[in-house]
């Protein structure tokens, strides 16, 4: 549909596989980070603020919840968490 974007994607698919290991789990792991904070950042915008605990779990639950069972492990948590 979109020929123009298409070289710039299978230039990032071509330079991430010429990366060495390590730098592509750091690259994942940035990109991680990136999304629990604008994650926790969207939480706390609709929220206000909460203690670093609680957010952490709140954030996971956005995360991981479409999964039953992560779901349940993360609710288990955030009822645990003092406000």
Do not use: C
């Not at 999304?35 to 706390?44: F, Q």
């Amino acid at each position: 549909m979109f020929p123009y974007a298409l070289p710039s994607r299978f230039q990032f698919t071509l330079n991430q596989d010429t990366l060495p290991v390590h730098a592509r789990v750091a690259r994942s792991a940035a990109m991680l980070a990136w999304a629990r904070g604008l994650i926790g950042r969207e939480i706390v915008t609709e929220h206000g603020p909460l203690p670093a605990e609680r957010l952490k779990w709140e954030t996971a639950l956005r995360l991981y919840g479409s999964e039953p069972a992560a779901r349940r492990l993360i609710q288990r948590m955030l009822d645990d968490v003092s406000d």
